[in-house]
């Protein structure tokens, strides 16, 4: 069988899926794309995660329309609680300027085998800005003949520096846990904000490689001790460790890197052809520096890495002792919004007996891992969508470094604005 047929067979295989556009008024606030033609989409700041201070951070936001049209796309930003959901703010007293506007930045890619639209934007600018701290969300609409059509869901937080927040790695407390598990405790002090009730008015929320699904929410202070607030309550702020992401380097499509085994072009399309994967969960832990999950766009092979560079069609192989025949397998990473989309589920084929997947990514730097998720044992709807784990395909090692987040939310009695006023990132091996 040559290489052509074999890539038809696993894409075939591997089964395209198609996301929907939803209605505004369902729309959940969320990270994700409602249509299949935008790839690409990242919204970042200098300090990697759209996390940005009231004091003048600025965020990045860029997407590729791939259909390489000229389309009028729209942005405006919602003020949220601290759940995600909108605030009783109006417009006029968390921004400046103008609601709604268009994106007028936007150009064409160049010495690229496929043509597409980048499309970006900086916020806050001069037509649009925030007065407030808080949870956002950034909402892209596309223009067309039909009305306009929710494409894009960012979120992103805006804080106020007011606080000091000194975090410790702790072992987890549940015997269970121990090996598999991290656990954050942190101690949390400022003077410049006096806090009448700070057992009632503060919590935390706690984030794992800037994933929001499975965040710690909520979280109250233990104890006020000597104007410090402590946060050190046991088997609470705790996390699957997970295990180092596997890389995938796509920077170069002439020559094939690490576990890719083939690229080709065919009819203006590269495929790449990775190698087998196998679970890591059964060996030993391999101390390696990555991503944390994240990516980034980059092309060695021309000078401009947004305009310039390739997109692929990815195959994925991975090969287990057996298959699961109560679970679904998931590619997941920031390049899948942390998100088990239908699109990047993998598919058992009986004639190779491998799971395959697929997935079309623009040139750069990719961190990926497998999850799995367990099959509904009945029709009941659960009131929380389930958590997808590490633990059958890439395991969990209490050693693995991840990135976690702490924000501190303020929320005055009788008050209409949850106020972000701290803010710490930090690596678990610090």
């Known amino acids: 069988m040559n290489r052509i047929t074999l890539f038809s067979l696993l894409f075939f295989c591997a089964a395209a899926f198609v996301v929907q556009a939803q209605e505004d008024d369902d729309m959940p606030f969320i990270d994700t794309v409602y249509v299949d033609y935008l790839k690409s989409v990242k919204l970042w700041s ?3 995660y759209p996390i940005v201070s009231l004091d003048g951070g600025q965020l990045y936001f860029s997407f590729d329309d791939i259909d390489g049209d000229v389309r009028d796309y729209y942005y405006s930003i919602v003020h949220c609680d601290k759940d995600w959901k909108p605030s009783n ?6 921004l400046d300027g103008f609601p709604d506007e268009r994106i007028e930045t936007f150009q064409f890619s160049y ?44 979120r992103f937080v805006v804080f106020e520096n007011f606080l000091l927040i000194t975090p410790t790695m702790q072992r987890p407390g549940v015997v269970s846990k121990l090996h598999t598990h991290q656990e954050i405790d942190f101690i949390v002090e400022g003077d410049e904000l006096r806090i009448f009730n700070p057992m009632l008015e503060v919590t935390a929320t706690v984030l794992q490689n800037g994933r929001w699904d499975n965040a710690v929410y909520h979280t109250p202070p233990k104890f006020e001790r000597s104007e410090k607030l402590v946060f050190d309550h046991q088997d609470v702020v705790v996390f699957e460790a997970g295990n180092e992401f596997r890389p995938l380097d796509l920077r170069n499509l002439r020559l094939a890197t690490f576990n890719v085994a083939d690229i080709r072009l065919v009819d203006k ?48 192989k991975l090969e287990t002792p057996y298959r699961y025949l109560d679970k679904d397998i998931y590619l997941f990473g920031a390049f899948t919004d942390w998100q088990l989309k239908p699109e990047y589920k993998l598919v058992y084929n009986e004639a190779l007996n491998l799971y395959v997947g697929k997935a079309t990514l623009k040139q750069g730097f990719y961190d990926y891992a497998y999850v ?58 610090f």
Do not use: C
């Open 46 to 48: 200098d300090n990697v």
């Open 89 to 94: 703010l109006s417009e006029q007293e968390y």
């Open 111 to 154: 010495k690229t085998e496929q043509s597409y639209t980048n499309y970006s934007l900086r916020l806050p600018n001069d037509r649009m800005s925030w007065r407030l701290s808080g949870n956002y969300l950034l909402k892209i609409y596309e223009d067309t003949a039909d009305g306009r059509i929710l494409v894009i869901t960012r």
């Open 269 to 316: 399309t590269f495929y790449v052809e990775l190698g087998i994967d196998v679970p890591k969960s059964l060996r030993a832990h391999v101390s390696a520096q990555d991503l944390d999950g994240n990516f980034f766009i980059h092309t060695n092979e021309q000078p401009d890495n947004i305009l310039s560079a390739n997109y692929a069609e990815v195959l994925f």
């Open 372 to 429: 799995t998720l367990q099959r509904p044992s009945n029709t009941k709807k659960a009131k929380t969508a389930p958590l997808p784990s590490f633990e059958d395909i890439e395991g969990n090692r209490q050693e693995t470094i991840n990135t976690y987040t702490i924000l501190i939310y303020y929320t005055p009695l009788g008050s209409r604005q949850h106020r972000v006023i701290g803010y710490k990132s930090f690596s678990s091996n």
